[in-house]
């Protein structure tokens, strides 16, 4: 098991606060959520990330035009998950502690609202959780901008991403091709 102390100081220099949102003609709302990223190439490292949140691991492709970067493997965190990872290095993050606050909000919100609830609400109140939620989506990308996490650690929206769902050669990491290497 990695040192919390430890984890926070290598979230705060490699990782990334991610808020994605899915908007989609089926869904009556937006769907947000929150992600923790880390992005290294150092497999074994990524691997006890992935065994201590009880997720999943990747290695990234590799850019061809670049063949003396090292491998990279990702590990995401999501939700819940997620949540756990930011209260847990919390107290010890510098660098990213508005950023983590910011995603502690959304998962708090989404918790207080679970999908059964939107169908009880009229639409000024879906409106209204929609906002919040949005604010908060881009309280963190403002937060990102300003340096509030590392140059570069940017949270995904429409023109932003962050590197670290990002393929070798620049792709969203939905159109690359990765390898799973580890599952939990």
């Not at 992935?50 to 492709?61: D, I, M, R």
């Not at 009880?120 to 901008?145: C, D, H, P, S, T």
Request: aromatic content about 8%; charged content about 20%; some cysteine.
């Amino acid at each position: 098991m990695l040192d919390i102390r430890y984890l926070a100081g290598l979230f705060d220099g490699e990782g990334c606060v991610h808020i994605p949102v899915q908007r989609r003609a089926d869904l009556r709302v937006p769907n947000y959520g929150i992600r923790a990223v880390f992005c290294l190439t150092n497999r074994e490292v990524v691997q006890k990330i992935a065994e201590q949140y009880g997720v999943s691991f990747c290695k990234l492709k590799k850019s061809s035009a670049n063949v003396n970067w090292a491998d990279a493997y990702q590990v995401q965190i999501c939700g819940n998950k997620a949540a756990a990872f930011f209260r847990d290095i919390l107290p010890h993050s510098i660098v990213k502690t508005e950023c983590i606050k910011v995603a502690l909000s959304l998962q708090d919100d989404i918790a207080r609202y679970r999908r059964s609830h939107w169908m009880q609400f009229n639409q000024e109140q879906m409106n209204a959780v929609i906002e919040y939620r949005e604010g908060l989506r881009l309280q963190l990308k403002a937060l990102n901008a300003r340096g509030g996490a590392s140059i570069g650690m940017l949270a995904n929206s429409e023109n932003l991403l962050c590197p670290a769902s990002n393929g070798a050669e620049g792709q969203p990491r939905a159109k690359q091709t990765m390898k799973i290497v580890g599952r939990v």
